[in-house]
């Protein structure tokens, strides 16, 4: 397992943006939501959105959800275990991070 207090590891934390409807809704009062390491806490989450995104982060709220089941024939398994971040943006950067998670093309 790498150290993430190590500023160079911290984009490692951040897997990939959420985006579902739920997520979109979030957006209108500027909480960006991603899938984030599961051992990451919400320090080391704040550090990696900001350095990432150049935005200050308010608020982190963490959701860490139960496993699920996969079968495929006999064979039971379980889905992969992820984490889910939501994150505040302080009113002023909601156009800095838009801009890179949803360039225009």
């Known amino acids: 397992m790498p150290n993430y207090n190590d500023p ?3 984009p490692d934390l951040v897997r990939r943006p959420i985006v579902t409807e739920k997520a979109t809704i979030l957006m209108e009062q500027n909480k960006y939501t991603f899938e984030v390491a599961p ?3 919400k320090f080391q989450i704040k550090a990696a ?3 990432l995104f150049d935005v200050k982060v308010t608020k982190v709220n963490t ?3 139960p496993r699920k089941k996969k079968r495929v ?3 039971v398994g379980f889905k992969p275990h992820y984490k889910k971040a939501i994150v505040t943006v302080a009113p002023g950067d909601e156009e800095k991070i ?3 998670l949803f360039p225009e093309v």
């Open 8 to 10: 160079r590891n911290l």
């Open 39 to 41: 051992k990451a806490d």
């Open 49 to 51: 959105i900001e350095s």
């Open 63 to 65: 959701i860490n959800p």
């Open 73 to 75: 024939g006999k064979f």
């Open 98 to 100: 838009r801009q890179v």
